[in-house]
């Protein structure tokens, strides 16, 4: 049994300097607060009288020594206890990557003083240089004081300007619309509007975020078109959360697709109230009926049949029941109590930025509360600016922008990102300073970027208390195989841990599936089925982990030995090439062979094989024969052509993919 020095001072309510002290009295020598002491420590604690116990308490004995000392413990905790009422120091919040020469004055302390403590700590830095968490809460524990790490985004947001509460009035509702390609989002708009966006879009498809105000019965409401829920989850993945309404919009004709699935989980993940608007009810074939029982099953159930969700039948086309829908999402959005005050600083989110060759970076901005007007200086994320100029969603220039307006902003020192926080300071001179400091932090930041939960550590966070709920989106070949798994999952004990499927769908690990778990923090998935090329790119650059299995009971038993901590070293799967076939050649003794082009790496005689078509895994297996023209190679390199049969299966078809790979152990951390 061992335990830290830190951990134990404070199951002893003391301070990791006091503990050391009384261990040296005992002829313990530890190095510093991170010391581990071992089990012949431990025996030297016994001799003094002190029990440890396994979960790290230490238990006094019964001897009379041993209890007087219990009493100065006590009589020390409660002196201690007093100090700290009779100061009343509040919770200090202190931003993650902070240097010893911050923390010294947010201690009120030399930085001689703290690198001293630090060093005792077996913490080496100088004064510029950032202190780990750990040793910032230690610092705190040692200083009498409670500490609270928060991170660069939380530090950017934190100190918003008040509410002024009383003057809160309605604001415009903001309305972002969502749902499957072709399903009419923009043309919706497009009759809201009474304008001819749909021309202006290249191939009728929406390349861009726009946001768009209406005035409907004396009200406004602002439209945010997104080219895909991908952008919407984008900007809620940076702690922007923009919209209070979702439309989704489905099909008469068509029904749920996969994207209006996935448009649901997203907009359920944002914690977002749904409209569902039925459109192209004017075709011939359309039936908004089965759109409605379809809908039921992903827990939208329209009010007539006892559910809480609002319907609306349209035609954009033909610009049938446009005014409805109108008063419906006024409705919600008084039932919403959607308000905000008009007065005191600005504060906003930016939906879009650019980078204009003669007005220089542009962003638009949503107002969430406040009054905008020119002059006012702004910052939004790393960057900062005066407003010059002001351009409303009819590319109208305004002088004053209330909330609920998306406007368009000039006069940014660099472009801002889509989602970034804006607010009002009070002068050019103070913005400068803010960004200046932030992308310090940044820049110390970046060395340790952000990871997400992986199934190796997950037994550690549950112990830590950081996480209750492990999210998944699960991926599959075909829906019964998805269904099948997703009840597996189900049935798994949920007392330390409650396993969550955000999203489920059918075929290959998309780009938006990895952005929806890197923005809920989740694991992904996939059972048969493989990553596109973007989402391989996406997840290593989110720190996203990715699990492929191809039998049910090992997803559930990974999980399981995750939770309790068991999880054993794994097989990883290190690819080695890529080959896509261009050509079948059958021959009846040996089989159907295919010509390929080695598109990545190399292809190895003696590697695995994997053939995908369409995302989907058909075959797992080994290689029969490789050659290059009439010889027998062991490996051919990319950018060459080969001839590969596969051993065991001839089921091949032009445009399958062959992933070669390895199976190395990996040992969990």
Not at 175 to 186: A, L
Not at 441 to 449: A, C, F, M
Request: contains cysteine; neutral net charge.
């Amino acid at each position: 049994m061992s335990i830290r020095v830190y951990e134990l001072a404070k199951e002893m309510k003391i301070s990791s300097g006091e503990l050391m002290k009384r261990l040296e009295k005992m002829g313990i020598t530890v190095k510093n607060h991170f010391a581990t002491i071992g089990d012949d420590a431990v025996g030297l604690l016994k001799k003094e009288g002190i029990k440890v116990a396994d979960t790290g308490a230490v238990l006094p004995k019964s001897d009379k020594s041993v209890q007087l000392k219990k009493s100065e413990l006590k009589k020390e905790a409660k002196v201690k206890e007093e100090k700290t009422l009779e100061e009343n120091e509040p919770e200090l919040k202190i931003s993650e990557g902070s240097t010893v020469k911050e923390l010294a004055a947010i201690f009120k302390r030399s930085s001689s003083e703290t690198i001293k403590i630090l060093m005792n700590m077996g913490e080496m830095d100088t004064i510029n240089q950032p202190v780990s968490n750990e040793a910032v809460e230690l610092l705190g524990e040692e200083f009498g004081y409670k500490v609270k790490i928060i991170s660069l985004k939380e530090k950017m947001e934190e100190d918003f300007p008040e509410e002024i509460l009383e003057d809160l009035k309605f604001r415009p509702p903001v309305v972002t619309v969502m749902g499957h390609v072709d399903h009419g989002k923009t043309l919706l708009l497009d009759a809201i509007r009474k304008t001819d966006v749909v021309s202006t879009e290249a191939g009728g498809i929406t390349q861009h975020i726009g946001a768009y105000q209406v005035n409907h019965n004396g009200k406004k409401i602002t439209f945010i078109d997104t080219p895909g829920h991908a952008a919407f989850t984008a900007m809620r993945a940076r702690g922007a959360k923009i919209t209070d309404i979702a439309i989704l919009v489905v099909a008469a004709d068509d029904g749920v697709m996969p994207q209006t699935v996935e448009a649901i989980d997203h907009a359920k993940a944002a914690g977002v109230p749904i409209l569902v608007v039925i459109n192209k009810i004017d075709k011939p074939e359309a039936n908004p009926d089965k759109v409605k029982q379809q809908l039921t099953e992903y827990g939208l159930v329209q009010e007539e049949w006892g559910g809480d969700t609002i319907f609306v039948s349209v035609s954009a086309k033909e610009k049938t029941n446009i005014s409805e829908l109108l008063d419906m999402v006024l409705l919600l959005s008084e039932i919403e109590e959607i308000k905000a005050s008009p007065k005191g600083m600005v504060v906003g989110t930016v939906i879009e930025a650019f980078l204009d060759k003669g007005r220089g970076p542009v962003a638009t901005v949503l107002l969430q509360r406040g009054t905008l007007k020119i002059g006012d200086v702004l910052i939004a994320g790393y960057a900062y600016g005066k407003v010059r100029a002001m351009i409303d969603d009819k590319s109208k220039r305004i002088a004053v922008a209330t909330p609920g307006q998306p406007v368009g902003v000039i006069g940014w020192s660099s472009t801002p990102q889509a989602g970034d926080i804006v607010k009002q300071v009070v002068n050019e001179k103070k913005a400068r300073h803010i960004t200046e400091e932030r992308l310090l932090k940044k820049r110390v930041l970046e060395k340790g970027l952000h990871k997400h939960i992986a199934l190796e550590d997950l037994f550690d966070q549950i112990k830590k208390g950081e996480i209750r709920d492990l999210n998944l989106v699960v991926k599959g070949d075909v829906q019964g195989s998805v269904e099948a798994l997703c009840d597996a999952l189900k049935k798994i004990e949920q007392e330390e841990v409650h396993v969550k499927v955000i999203h489920k769908g059918v075929g290959s690990i998309s780009e938006t599936d990895i952005m929806l778990a890197s923005a809920s923090n989740a694991i992904v998935i996939g059972f048969n089925v493989r990553p596109d090329v973007k989402a391989k790119v996406l997840a290593e650059k989110e720190n996203v982990d990715m699990r492929m299995y191809r039998v049910i009971y090992q997803v559930v038993e990974d999980i399981e030995a995750a939770r309790k901590g068991l999880l054993k070293p794994k097989f990883e799967e290190v690819e080695i090439g890529q080959a896509e076939i261009r050509n079948i050649f059958k021959a009846s003794k040996i089989g159907t062979i295919a010509g390929c082009f080695v598109k990545k790496g190399e292809v190895d005689r003696k590697a695995q094989v994997r053939v995908v078509r369409d995302g989907v895994v058909v075959y797992e297996g080994l290689i029969g024969s490789l050659r290059r023209f009439k010889e027998d190679v062991s490996s051919v390199k990319s950018g060459f052509e080969c001839g590969i049969r596969i051993d065991g299966f001839n089921d091949i078809k032009v445009g399958d993919v062959f992933e070669f790979f390895q199976m190395v152990e990996k040992p969990a951390i």
